[in-house]
């Protein structure tokens, strides 16, 4: 089974939220949708349940035309950010309602409501009011909604995104053994995050969107070593990417005058000329024989410190796995790993990575 | 969102609505044009002579519309402050809650007409408890027969039967408002007139002006008191623009220029609500 | 300070209540004089200024014909007018409320917005506009004095207020909970009645409480429209209103007009105090 989208376009005002969205998804898989707010997650999930219609371009299940299905005799199932159940139902009567439209068996319903709810750990929650559940308890009681379904293709929109830390890191968990049990059975899950951490834990295959384009679709791994241009190097690291001008000339690369260095393995036989360097933040440390750097904002945040840096027209955010204090205003030696520099053209586009070489 | 079925929900009750309006608006507008009365009955076509007419020669329609404007304003703005207060009151720390939130729902819930009919009883002004109340002073004041008494009594059965409708928008509105700017004044220390000045009013705005525009809406329309308690007089002292209309059109059958009278009145009254609602709002917004 | 206050609190509510109560008052002791005790001057207490008798009361039983009032059918067609017309009002509105909070209507240039407002500003016009449209147009589908002719009037006076009511209602409903619906397998009539609806119940009844008020209170449509097959209740008392006014029937007639919606008061207030009105009204 494979869902295709071809040229979907969507443009209800001045901005695209939909432009020209091209993916093949198959069964058995778990596809991230990762990209910053308002990049048109929501809308292209809302346009594979059916919801939203687009103008233009198609949408294919196993070569049938989606668009000509109207949304309730669409095998999907969906999750939303804000915990949504039917307040007026029961825990058991929330996660049975799918069934109770497709009339069946009462016996067979029974089942598969149990077996739901137990998969998301609400054994005994049956009789309980949606009002007296909490929020984790109520996405929980949605997730086993749209698992009762057992449909072709799930739709998660942020699903974590309104709980709190804790909670969310043990869903986390959670959701990726149920996942991994409700891939294989054949469905096509589909998870839309803003976090690329979170991306990276869920595994299977990426999707970077932003302004309503994908702009890459590969595996988790791929996705991290070679990203495809620096919106994507930007979107897919948290912190971002740090990004700096600079040119290669003569077998070096110079960013500037004080800021110079030897032209890493992995970009030998890069023409001459202009680019844009990318070095992740764990890529910057503190060390000796350095590039003299003023820090700018130093922010502790759990056992790591960000360290905001600046030398002229280079600015950049370094990851210690420490926690350090500096002042403001202090200089430092900052040393860049090399090893591990990207080199994208100046429209974007990548030219040589760490893990891959050139492009 | 957007599907085929949405007619299915939306038309049976426009096309009702649409149904039932269209002759009456379609006439009236006809109606207008022609002169139609108990001398000269029948459909014929003057044109906008009417119309012409009741912007040149009618000062009485004009008097009779800054009557409705002053007395619907006056109201409004008493059933506020009166509605508010109460509000206020029963809101919460008042012993009887619940029998006072009742006793001051109930005037309106009560036929206006009917009401009136038992005002006029009331204000009579030989045999009403109002003036036997009066006479002890020596006093025998014309509720219903002296010009700025007749407008004051109109005003106060008004007060009377729809302060109700105010209180229960204001007291739901109340009921509704969150807890917490309120522990804030006070861990600020403020008192109670403080308190309402900084806290309840702007946080009360919007529901505020919802309820002053749906009463305004309502108190133009005024008819059933001033047609029983003073049928419009003394004189044409409480005459509003409604009574006016009426008197045109089914007292002395003037068809046709009653129609246009009616079109001017309410093509003035969906441009002054209008306008109004736009003022109004942008108040509250630029208060915020 | 916090003395004063209450004493000025309890003041101004025992003020009002007075101000509130005091024409039923003088309708309840009107109700049960007669002739000679009206004319004298003003009364107030049975058997200490005037003696009781139980006229008026029984005035409302018998037929104009035989001296009295006869408020038992008309109180009868007003139920039944102000309930039908509420019905078909709330019904309809509310279906056509959920259209205009839920989908996108456009035809040339009007919107939604431009349809709620034409609903809504069906409440600016004065009963006096309509009145002889429809007097003409009743007669001629000879529904003049027929409770279906004043039905369908009443529906035009109602159906605004369930669309502005239901209208606001609907906007609070999460469309999340509509969708979820759809994705679950109803189509949209199944997602009204099944999901949207049974959460909706407040602002129905809301809409259905003022849809009483404003049709049991209303009068100068059945007092154009009604002559002698059918009266209203409100229509049948203010006739009394002429030369020689029998206020002990009138009174009692009176207080009988109003006893039914002093029970929709209560109801009022206890939705009021759940905190399910203010949701509602907002």
């Known amino acids: ?210 302004e309503g384009r994908i702009l890459q679709q590969a595996s988790a791994k791929d996705v991290y070593e070679n990203p495809n241009s620096t919106k994507v190097s930007q979107i897919t690291n948290d912190p971002a990417m740090n990004l700096f001008e600079g040119t290669v000339a003569d077998g070096k690369v110079i960013i500037s005058s004080e800021i110079h260095f030897d032209l890493p393995q992995h970009c030998q036989g890069l023409p001459q000329g202009s680019y844009t360097f990318g070095l992740r933040a764990a890529a910057i440390s503190l060390a000796d024989g350095g590039f003299p750097f003023t820090v700018e904002l130093s922010e502790i945040s759990g056992s790591e410190t960000f360290l905001h840096l600046k030398h002229e027209h280079v600015q950049v955010v370094g990851l210690l796995d420490s926690v350090q204090n500096f002042n403001i205003g202090e200089t430092v030696s900052a040393q860049f790993d090399t090893a591990h520099l990207y080199a994208f053209a100046t429209d974007g586009r990548l030219k040589s990575s760490p893990y891959g070489g050139l492009k | 969102m957007n599907f085929k079925h949405k007619y299915m929900f939306l038309l049976p009750g426009l096309l009702v609505l649409l149904g039932i309006l269209i002759f009456p608006i379609g006439f009236t507008v006809r109606l207008s044009l022609s002169s139609w009365d108990s001398f000269y009955p029948g459909l014929d076509f003057i044109g906008i002579e009417n119309y012409i007419r009741l912007f040149t020669d009618d000062l009485r329609f004009w008097e009779a519309f800054g009557r409705l404007s002053m007395l619907s304003l006056t109201t409004v703005f008493l059933q506020y402050v009166i509605g508010f207060s109460l509000a206020l009151m029963v809101w919460k720390g008042i012993v009887f809650q619940r029998f006072f939130r009742v006793l001051f729902l109930i005037p309106m819930m009560t036929t206006p007409v009917i009401m009136t009919v038992i005002w006029r009883t009331f204000f009579h002004e030989s045999l009403g408890p109002v003036n036997d109340f009066f006479n002890l002073f020596g006093m025998n004041p014309l509720w219903l027969s002296s010009e700025i008494l007749a407008k004051f009594t109109v005003i106060l059965v008004e007060v009377w039967q729809w302060t109700p409708f105010m209180f229960l928008l204001l007291l739901a509105g109340l009921l509704s408002l969150p807890k917490e700017p309120y522990l804030a004044a006070s861990i600020d220390g403020a008192g109670p007139i403080r308190t309402f000045v900084y806290v309840t009013f702007p946080l009360m705005a919007p529901i505020s002006i919802g309820a002053i525009i749906i009463r305004l809406i309502e108190a133009s329309k005024i008819m059933d008191t001033v047609y029983v308690l003073t049928s419009g007089g003394p004189g044409t002292s409480t005459e509003t623009s409604s009574f006016y209309i009426f008197i045109k059109g089914l007292r002395e059958f003037q068809f046709g220029y009653s129609a246009a009278l009616s079109l001017t009145y309410l093509i003035i009254m969906i441009i002054s609500f209008t306008i109004i609602a736009k003022i109004l709002v942008k108040l509250m917004v630029r208060g915020n | ?275 399910n009105l203010s949701g509602a009204l907002k």
């Open chain 1, 1 to 210: 089974m494979s869902l295709i989208a071809s040229n979907l376009c969507l443009k209800p005002d001045t901005e695209y939220h939909l432009n020209d969205v091209c993916f093949e998804m198959s069964k058995g898989e778990i596809y991230t949708i990762i990209g910053r707010t308002l990049a048109g997650k929501t809308t292209l999930l809302k346009t594979i349940a059916g919801l939203i219609a687009p103008e233009s371009g198609s949408l294919t299940l196993d070569g049938t035309d989606f668009g000509r299905i109207p949304v309730w005799k669409r095998e999907v199932a969906m999750v939303y950010q804000q915990f949504i159940n039917y307040p007026h139902l029961s825990v058991y009567e929330n996660v049975a309602f799918p069934l109770k439209q497709r009339r069946m068996p009462n016996v067979e319903i029974r089942n598969r409501v149990m077996r739901a709810l137990s998969q998301v750990g609400l054994d005994g929650f049956e009789s309980r009011k949606i009002q007296a559940l909490s929020g984790g308890q109520q996405q929980r009681v949605a997730l086993a909604r749209s698992l009762v379904k057992e449909a072709n293709i799930v739709l998660l929109d942020e699903p974590l995104v309104n709980l709190d830390y804790k909670l969310r890191e043990q869903l986390r968990e959670e959701f990726r053994n149920i996942f991994s049990a409700k891939a294989s059975e054949n469905s096509i899950l589909i998870y839309s995050s803003t976090d690329p951490v979170e991306a990276m834990q869920l595994g299977g295959q990426i999707l970077v969107m932003d």
């Open chain 3, 1 to 275: 300070m916090g003395v004063l206050y209450s004493t000025l609190k309890y003041l101004a509510v025992t003020l009002w209540s007075v101000f509130v109560i005091a024409p039923f008052l003088w309708a309840i002791s009107t109700s049960f004089k007669d002739f000679q005790s009206v004319t004298n001057g003003a009364t107030y207490i049975p058997w200490v200024d005037f003696e009781p008798t139980l006229e008026g009361w029984r005035a409302l039983w018998k037929s104009p014909a035989q001296g009295g009032v006869a408020i038992v059918e008309p109180f009868f067609n007003s139920v039944f007018v102000t309930a039908a017309g509420s019905a078909i009002s709330i019904v309809l509105g509310t279906l056509a409320a959920y259209a205009l909070s839920r989908f996108t209507f456009k035809a040339g240039p009007i919107r939604n917005g431009d349809i709620t407002f034409f609903f809504i500003s069906q409440r600016i016009m004065p009963p006096v506009v309509l009145a002889i449209p429809f007097f003409i147009m009743l007669g001629k589908f000879s529904l003049l004095d027929t409770l279906v002719g004043l039905i369908l009037v009443y529906i035009v006076l109602l159906m605004p207020i369930a669309v502005w009511i239901m209208v606001d209602f609907f906007n609070k409903v999460p469309r999340e909970i509509d969708e979820t619906a759809l994705i679950d397998g109803c189509n949209p009539y199944q997602a009204f009645y099944k999901v949207v609806l049974p959460n909706s119940i407040p602002g129905i009844v809301v809409a259905g409480m003022f849809c009483m008020i404003f049709g049991w209170t209303d009068f100068f449509f059945s007092f154009i429209l009604t002559f002698t097959e059918v009266q209203l209740l409100p229509v049948a008392i203010v006739a009394l209103n002429s030369s020689i006014t029998p206020w002990w029937s009138l009174s009692a007639a009176a207080l009988v007009s109003v006893a039914p919606l002093v029970v929709v008061a209560f109801i009022v207030e206890r939705f009021l105090s759940k905190g």
